[in-house]
């Protein structure tokens, strides 16, 4: 592609990313498609010659965007949902071409030496102390993965054995349950303790079950609190694991991935009480900092714990000593590390704390303005406290009732919403997040849960007991 080329084709796709952008609500959120179509409609082999290139813009826009759960939509509220500004696009677009390895900072300088400074920003920003050593990861499963690994050897264990034992909430991600089979650890030896009424890790069944498996000839090794946990936004007493698992020597590894972003804002700081003392912290600025995909970061009190974990320096990767030169390959699992840093630089420059912070702040308190009117309807209930974003809920009636509604609603292509069981029982999760959704948003999908609940209510019971189940289709909004 000459330069010229590169031009014609670079306006264009530009300018189809700016109308994608404005008119993302009219794109179904959920495509209308059967799995394997894709690759029905596509040539079963490579060509053998180039193809014009306005021939493979015209299949993205016809092939693909279609048959795209389009993450970046405002109704896109499953999940967690992440956002792609065009700010990160950019970055993201430059970033490609410049093309680093920043595996040492011999082979990317500026790459190396960005992630550190907006690390190190971001630490700030936080209420974090300066100790903290920083590296972007691809998600937080990875980040969590290091974790485990540095905690094993951090315990003398330069490889796993079967006592090796690690804790976790019944409501933590099963990424952290991942993450320890990948390092070695039994499964029999994971323990997801019990929680409160609140949802949040009981300290007492904590501290009773790292007994017993000393008593049992365990080595308990790290504990893992979470900061908004994905089913339910919950928040774990990190300072009370703290005091329970450096009893024992323990790490303790706090992943705020959703919720440690809202720090930011002087209003959520406590929602890191204990953190800035633990051993090791991931927070996922792709879930809500608004950068664009993928984008983890894992901060480890003391960066020789990982260089004990995972240095390894073959002589074709040996450069000069110098102390300013940081080589992240001996911080990490990843050689090849691409030049993430510059779309989280682009964001936070962009739009500065004050407003990521506002930004955080509304959609908060639109969570709970919803939560509050779903929970005034007297067919619905709100089934866990609403800390962050996450409105979980569900409809009194019966949980296939609950099933067939978020069927219908997501297949509606209007929104996407995701399931959950809780306590037996089957819950929806309404989590938002993307960058463009505002009340007027929520407020028609609130409208919608309605309307469509009391559609099939009607479909289904007979004449003399129809409105037994559900009340008005839509209630009006007392807010």
């Known amino acids: 592609m000459s330069p010229d080329e590169f031009r014609t084709y670079g306006y264009a796709a530009i300018d189809w990313i700016a109308h994608y952008l404005q008119n993302t609500r009219d794109y179904p959120v959920l495509p209308d498609t059967e799995p394997g179509s894709l690759i029905d409609a596509l040539p079963a082999s490579g060509p053998e010659d180039p193809e014009p290139f306005e021939n493979i813009l015209d299949d993205f826009e016809r092939e693909i965007v279609p048959r795209n759960t389009q993450w970046n939509h405002p109704r896109f509220l499953g999940y967690f949902a992440n956002s792609s500004p065009p700010e990160g696009i950019l970055a993201e677009l430059l970033a490609a071409a410049l093309n680093p390895n920043a595996m040492l900072w011999k082979s990317s300088p500026a790459a190396t030496e960005l992630e550190q400074v907006t690390l190190d920003w971001l630490r700030q920003w936080l209420g974090l102390s300066p100790m903290w050593f920083g590296q972007i990861l691809d998600t937080a499963s990875t980040s969590t993965f290091h974790a485990i690994v540095a905690a094993r050897v951090r315990k003398g264990h330069a490889s796993a054995n079967d006592s090796l034992t690690l804790y976790a909430s019944k409501h933590a991600h099963s990424s952290i349950e991942k993450g320890a089979l990948a390092a070695g650890i039994a499964r029999e030896n994971i323990?997801?303790?019990?929680?409160?009424?609140?949802?949040?890790?009981?300290?007492?069944?904590?501290?009773?079950?790292?007994?017993?498996?000393?008593?049992?000839?365990?080595?308990?090794?790290?504990?893992?609190?979470?900061?908004?946990?994905?089913?339910?936004?919950?928040?774990?007493?990190?300072?009370?694991?703290?005091?329970?698992?450096?009893?024992?020597?323990?790490?303790?590894?706090?992943?705020?991935?959703?919720?440690?972003?809202?720090?930011?804002?002087?209003?959520?700081?406590?929602?890191?009480?204990?953190?800035?003392?633990?051993?090791?912290?991931?927070?996922?600025?792709?879930?809500?900092?608004?950068?664009?995909?993928?984008?983890?970061?894992?901060?480890?009190?003391?960066?020789?714990?990982?260089?004990?974990?995972?240095?390894?320096?073959?002589?074709?990767?040996?450069?000069?000593?110098?102390?300013?030169?940081?080589?992240?390959?001996?911080?990490?699992?990843?050689?090849?590390?691409?030049?993430?840093?510059?779309?989280?630089?682009?964001?936070?420059?962009?739009?500065?704390?004050?407003?990521?912070?506002?930004?955080?702040?509304?959609?908060?308190?639109?969570?709970?303005?919803?939560?509050?009117?779903?929970?005034?309807?007297?067919?619905?209930?709100?089934?866990?406290?609403?800390?962050?974003?996450?409105?979980?809920?569900?409809?009194?009636?019966?949980?296939?009732?609950?099933?067939?509604?978020?069927?219908?609603?997501?297949?509606?292509?209007?929104?996407?919403?995701?399931?959950?069981?809780?306590?037996?029982k089957q819950v929806i999760r309404l989590a938002v997040g993307n960058i463009q959704t505002n009340w007027s948003d929520l407020e028609e999908v609130w409208t919608m849960i309605q309307t469509t609940a009391s559609e099939m209510a009607a479909a289904k019971t007979p004449e003399t007991s129809k409105g037994r189940c559900c009340h008005s289709a839509r209630r009006t909004l007392d807010l």
């Open 191 to 424: 323990r997801l303790i019990e929680v409160d009424e609140n949802f949040s890790l009981r300290p007492d069944l904590l501290a009773a079950a790292i007994r017993a498996d000393l008593a049992n000839g365990k080595v308990p090794f790290c504990v893992i609190p979470t900061v908004g946990t994905t089913s339910v936004a919950s928040i774990d007493p990190v300072r009370t694991v703290l005091a329970i698992a450096r009893e024992h020597e323990m790490w303790v590894h706090v992943d705020c991935a959703y919720g440690g972003s809202t720090a930011i804002h002087e209003n959520y700081r406590w929602v890191l009480d204990g953190a800035d003392e633990a051993d090791s912290i991931v927070i996922n600025p792709h879930k809500w900092l608004f950068v664009p995909m993928d984008l983890s970061v894992f901060y480890c009190r003391n960066r020789e714990w990982l260089r004990d974990a995972f240095s390894l320096v073959p002589e074709y990767l040996r450069t000069e000593e110098n102390p300013r030169a940081l080589n992240f390959n001996e911080y990490g699992l990843p050689l090849g590390r691409r030049f993430r840093s510059l779309k989280l630089w682009f964001t936070m420059r962009s739009y500065g704390r004050k407003r990521l912070a506002d930004l955080i702040h509304q959609q908060i308190e639109n969570a709970k303005r919803l939560a509050a009117a779903i929970a005034a309807h007297p067919d619905y209930e709100v089934s866990a406290p609403v800390h962050f974003s996450l409105v979980v809920f569900r409809h009194r009636h019966s949980d296939a009732l609950n099933l067939e509604l978020l069927q219908r609603l997501n297949q509606s292509g209007k929104v996407l919403l995701s399931p959950n069981l809780l306590n037996g």
